[in-house]
């Protein structure tokens, strides 16, 4: 199972995109079949998500 946390935003596309390269890597770098490679995508929102002390909802965007 591979985990991915991320800010949330990204379209459909790009999570597909996403899950596709992560399961081929994976595969070509550790073998087995691809129904035995399960991903969870968790979109986190910036009010939830803190690097530094800091939530990433306060901080500045420029």
């Known amino acids: 199972m591979i985990t991915v946390d991320m800010c ?3 379209t459909d ?3 597909k995109a996403l899950v596709r390269q992560l399961t081929d890597v994976f595969l070509e770098t550790c073998g087995g079949d691809r129904s035995g490679v399960w991903i969870v995508l968790r979109d986190v929102t910036t009010d939830n998500w803190a690097i ?3 939530l990433q909802s306060d901080t500045d965007p420029s």
Do not use: V
């Open 8 to 10: 949330a935003g990204r």
């Open 13 to 15: 596309e790009q999570k």
């Open 52 to 54: 530094g002390g800091r």
